[in-house]
């Protein structure tokens, strides 16, 4: 299967790349090798290539950032999402696109499921919506993550800094720094190895095509998951409790982010607990530390 991947300089697509290129024939294309608001670039690139499957790893992940630029957030979340998914629908391709948590409100009580009402509260939450709804165009997967973490484990030439707000809060227990975290947001955040292995089983199994929460199983809040970081790192945390409302930020977020991931596991995907995750990753920064 030949595989393009954009956005390589993510933490996300360069771990695709990474793991995907021993079984399959990758083209991996940092944003200088093809910028997806380019549209006629994009369908020259995608037609010379003539993938199998399009990955999507380019993103405007600035949050607060979207506020003050939307025209970029746009640009990238929605426009570039079209111009991909119209390549793709050309050289009869896959699109797989990754969606976030940010399009909901946070007011749920339970995790959210696929077929939960969108209702995003800031310009990065529509321009990713509006995303969601271009791929749509093609033949496509729409994987929703959440607090995705790990993607900065990769050291070697050209791998991405660490950027995740479970990196830093691992940066921090490791350096003995004190650690703020949310007592009042519940999230289920997305290991980046779970999210290609699933990303690979869902082609693999030529599972209906549509959307779908990638997100560990289980949910915490960011106490929860700071504590059980430093739990699995054997490292003492100077762990602050801090709510939501004692912040100012400039694009709102959701405070229940909760997501549920029973639909992948209807088609035989079943996705570890998010502690489980943290697990593995917290071995794999001390064997790299």
């Not at 990474?18 to 079984?23: I, L, P, S, T």
């Not at 549209?39 to 003539?50: D, F, K, M, T």
Request: aromatic share 6%; net charge negative.
């Amino acid at each position: 299967m030949k595989i393009l991947i954009t956005g390589a300089g993510g933490q996300l697509a360069h771990a695709a790349a990474a793991r995907m290129q021993d079984e399959h024939r990758v083209v991996s294309l940092t944003r200088a090798q093809l910028d997806v608001t380019q549209q006629a670039e994009v369908l020259e690139s995608i037609s010379r290539e003539r993938p199998d499957v399009i990955i999507n790893g380019a993103a405007f992940n600035d949050v607060d950032g979207a506020e003050d630029d939307p025209a970029a957030a746009l640009e990238v979340n929605a426009f570039g999402v079209l111009a991909l998914a119209r390549a793709a629908t050309v050289v009869d391709a896959i699109l797989v696109h990754f969606g976030t948590d940010f399009v909901f409100d946070g007011t749920a009580r339970r995790p959210y499921t696929e077929e939960a009402s969108p209702n995003p509260q800031g310009v990065y939450a529509m321009s990713k919506l509006l995303g969601e709804w271009f791929a749509c165009e093609s033949r496509h997967y729409i994987l929703r993550v959440e607090s995705l973490f790990g993607g900065g484990l990769l050291h070697h030439a050209g791998a991405p800094s660490r950027g995740s707000s479970l990196d830093r809060i691992a940066d921090a227990i490791l350096a003995g720094e004190e650690v703020r975290a949310f007592t009042d947001r519940t999230v289920t955040p997305s290991y980046v190895d779970d999210v290609v292995d699933a990303t690979l089983a869902l082609l693999a199994a030529e599972a209906p095509n549509g959307l779908y929460h990638c997100v560990g199983s289980g949910m915490g809040t960011w106490v929860d998951v700071a504590t059980r970081l430093a739990v699995e790192l054997g490292r003492p945390a100077q762990i602050v409790p801090v709510q939501m409302s004692s912040l100012t930020m400039k694009a709102k977020r959701p405070q229940f982010c909760a997501l549920s991931n029973a639909k992948l596991r209807s088609v035989g995907i079943t996705m570890p607990t998010w502690e489980d995750a943290v697990s593995r990753y917290a071995r794999a920064r001390l064997a790299n530390a």
